[in-house]
């Protein structure tokens, strides 16, 4: 088992930024996994917003964060971070961190393990 829990969430105004951290425990040891960040607003389908795997490699993004989000892993300390610069009122949304095995694109779906959620509230 794997248990994420997020936080670094609030209120910022627009083009502002906000650092979240996802705490991983469970395992003595998590290469093998891939990570990721989901986020989903109001009345709106989770969506996707960037994924690493745990031991390195390709960083993918969704196109509307691309150039203003980077996803990180600090793997001394089991933490997975979302850096998130020039916020955007859309940009609103319950963020989640995710981890899972079998990765093969973009769907939350394919995540096994989830975090509770921490809210993001961009203001205008």
């Known amino acids: 088992q794997v248990q994420l829990v997020e936080s670094g969430g609030g209120l910022v105004q627009a083009g502002e930024s906000l650092r979240l951290s996802c705490a991983a425990s469970?395992?003595?040891?998590?290469?093998?996994?891939?990570m990721g960040w989901f986020r989903q607003a109001p009345g709106k389908e989770r969506e996707f917003v960037a994924n690493?795997?745990?031991?390195?490699?390709?960083?993918n993004y969704a196109d509307s964060v691309k150039g203003r989000f980077a996803i990180y892993i600090d793997s001394d300390k089991n933490m997975v971070y979302l850096q998130m610069n020039s916020l955007k009122p859309e940009d609103t949304a319950v963020y989640f961190c995710?981890?899972?095995?079998?990765?093969?694109?973009?769907?939350?779906?394919?995540?096994?393990?989830w975090g509770q959620g921490t809210q993001v509230t961009v203001s205008s």
């Open positions: 690493t795997k745990w031991d390195g490699g390709r960083k």
């Open positions: 469970g395992r003595r040891r998590f290469s093998g996994l891939t």
């Open positions: 995710a981890a899972g095995v079998w990765i093969t694109g973009t769907q939350a779906i394919e995540y096994e393990y």
